[in-house]
């Protein structure tokens, strides 16, 4: 790849001459390299006759990129098996806008991350008795950076799931209103209906214990 990327610029092919090789040292370990190179000097035809170049070591920063991509795999493998779907809104032209979603919204909701990010997509899946929560959660992050709410969401399979979203307001304008926001979606269907059970079955032990009594 080094020299090919020479012999295009030499051949004016490529506009500029910038390559990042591995060379061995001395010691026979390798570092990663910069070379970039330009040329001074034609010849009356036009061919190179002298070129001026760096080469800066980059291991220290090949190493960090490299670091960074595996901690990137990593995050996007905890993500894809986590319960929780995380997204970021912006404000867009007046309007909030979510612009990111994790990929395991697909397997937790059924649609796919460029489904969930249309404009009018959220909304139409909240439970009819559940939609006033939209009006309630944009009052509350005017004068508070967190929120959490539990609400009904619909599946693509049309069963609806409870779920449990988180929303933090990252950054405000100078006026206060929220321009960028994190966001954390957790299905809680199962917490929620043991607990429903729960109550159901704290409520049938007390009308029997009422009962009993009446009985006595």
Request: glycine residues 6%.
């Amino acid at each position: 790849p080094a020299r090919q990327a020479l012999d295009d610029y030499l051949a004016g092919r490529t506009s500029a001459y910038r390559v990042e090789v591995r060379m061995r040292t001395a010691a026979g370990g390798w570092k990663w390299i910069l070379s970039a190179g330009q040329v001074v000097a034609r010849d009356a035809d036009g061919r190179p006759r002298r070129m001026i170049g760096t080469h800066t070591d980059i291991t220290p920063l090949k190493w960090a990129q490299e670091g960074q991509a595996r901690a990137m795999t990593q995050l996007r493998n905890l993500l894809a098996n986590s319960p929780t779907v995380v997204y970021s809104i912006h404000r867009i032209g007046g309007q909030m806008r979510q612009v990111a979603v994790s990929e395991n919204v697909e397997r937790i909701l059924g649609f796919t991350p460029a489904e969930v990010m249309q404009p009018e997509f959220w909304p139409a899946q909240v439970h009819p008795d559940d939609s006033h929560l939209a009006a309630q959660v944009g009052e509350e992050i005017r004068s508070s950076n967190d929120t959490a709410h539990e609400y009904r969401f619909r599946r693509r399979d049309g069963r609806y799931i409870w779920v449990q979203d988180r929303l933090t307001v990252i950054r405000r304008s100078p006026e206060g209103a929220p321009i960028e926001m994190a966001g954390a979606l957790s299905d809680i269907t199962v917490q929620h209906e043991a607990e429903l059970a729960l109550r159901s079955s704290e409520e049938r032990l007390r009308l029997a214990m009422a009962s009993a009594r009446q009985g006595l």
